[in-house]
């Protein structure tokens, strides 16, 4: 016995319903409120951010960015460094441990239990290592 799809008198199913928007087009009078509310937030952030430099010339001078920004860029550059460093060494450790099943066999476990522990926990261990060390 065959059932037909659609029983008359039925409500059409959910899927038979073609989606539409329950909103519609924007009204232009709601555009020019956003416009509008966009350019008000704007002129207060410009006006904040100009009256902010005009206070930190007054009172502390500009200059005291400076050192700021030079040890900001040092620790950009030991950074860029050791990630530099980092990458010629272990790449080819990876490599090599990605190439040889022995390896992996032997790697996997270490290195999935160290990978379940952030790298801020091994920090109170590093510091330890340096200063007996030193």
């Known amino acids: ?13 959910l899927a ?15 555009r020019t409120g956003d ?15 100009v009256d902010l430099g005009h ?5 502390t001078g500009l200059g005291v960015f400076g050192e700021p920004l030079l040890l900001g860029l040092a620790t950009l550059a030991r950074v860029a460094v050791l990630v530099a460093v980092a990458t010629l060494v272990w790449v080819p450790i990876r490599v090599k441990i990605g190439f040889s099943p022995r390896l992996t066999r032997i790697a996997q476990p270490v ?16 510091v330890w290592f340096f200063i007996k060390n030193a």
Not at 2 to 9: L, R, S
Not at 16 to 22: A, G, M, T, W
């Open 55 to 59: 206070y930190l010339y007054d009172r």
């Open 16 to 30: 038979d319903v073609p989606l539409r928007s329950v909103r519609g087009p924007p009204v232009p009078h709601q």
């Open 111 to 126: 290195v999935q239990v160290l990978a379940s522990f952030p790298a801020n926990v091994l920090f109170p261990l590093a």
């Open 35 to 49: 416009i509008a509310f966009a350019l008000v937030a704007d002129g207060l952030i410009l006006w904040g951010l």
């Open 1 to 13: 016995m065959e059932v037909p799809d659609v029983v008359p008198d039925e409500h059409p199913r």
